[in-house]
């Protein structure tokens, strides 16, 4: 398989502005309720979704039955993709403006429009890329039952995926 050099630019690019965007959101969290974002990519191969929440544990136990009857059952599909990143971005961004250890950015329009405008450039990354996909998107909700919720977000091609963890952590 041939991979498109103009895509694997891309795919490093919205690695790395996730990366950067989600270390961001944790120097401004109080650091005990954080905000996270988290991105796996695959440009050559389609992920499934035991990849993203089945994990190799020393006996196993559970993990298959876990997935089956607590997070499949939170499968949503989604129509518009970019219209979700959108929500997504502003779920996050909600969850850290209350809970933050700088209260004064998100009092100044000038700091929230500076901020914005940092998650203008991460989402036009993951449109740019995925624009190029003739996609299939889905969604599961996973709620730790203590106040913590994370959305998995998994945008599919032929032979390709992304999935973005959006997570609002409560401790």
Known sequence: ?????DELTRTKLL?????LFSDFMNVLSDGYNPTILDIKISINKRLNDRDRFIFPSPNNIDTDFFFI??????RKDIDSIKERINENFS????HLATFNK???IFKSNYHIDILN???EKVKSNIFELTDLWIVTSYEY?????DGSLVRVLFIHSDNKSLILDFGNYIH
């Open 102 to 104: 700088a209260p004064d």
């Open 117 to 119: 405008q940092l998650v």
């Open 1 to 5: 398989m041939v991979i498109n050099e």
């Open 141 to 145: 909700l996973i709620d730790t039952k």
């Open 69 to 74: 009857n607590k997070i499949q059952p939170t």
């Open 15 to 19: 690695e790395n502005s996730i990366s």
């Open 91 to 94: 779920w996050c961004l909600d």
